[in-house]
């Protein structure tokens, strides 16, 4: 079922810079029910939460020639709360620790 829908994401967004229609392809559902599935879901308050460590993946598999910082900063993904209730970028090393974290068993 997602499989078909990255596909057609896939798509819509190799030459497009818009990333709304992929969005509104992929249900939020489909995210939670992997995460909760695979007890993946983050309990505890995190720098990159787990629901967007997903997205974080499944962009990654879209736009295989960009790097980890380049999807994040098209996703806005890059952005955490600091304690200052301030936001700032998200190191690299967040995004590598976010996705290995998350495994690859909610996308399998």
């Not at 909760?36 to 020639?65: C, E, F, Y």
Request: overall charge negative; hydrophobic content about 45%; aromatic content about 4%.
């Amino acid at each position: 079922m997602l499989a078909q829908e990255l596909v057609l994401a896939h798509e819509t967004i190799e030459d497009a810079t818009d990333y709304e229609s992929v969005v509104n392809a992929i249900q939020l559902e489909w995210i939670e029910q992997a995460l909760h599935d695979t007890s993946k879901a983050s309990i505890r308050r995190r720098r990159l939460p787990a629901q967007q460590a997903v997205w974080l993946v499944i962009w990654m598999g879209l736009q295989r020639n960009k790097s980890i910082k380049e999807v994040c900063s098209s996703l806005d993904l890059a952005l955490q709360p600091k304690p200052q209730d301030a936001w700032s970028r998200v190191a690299p090393s967040v995004l590598t620790d976010s996705r290995r974290r998350l495994d690859e068993a909610p996308l399998a």
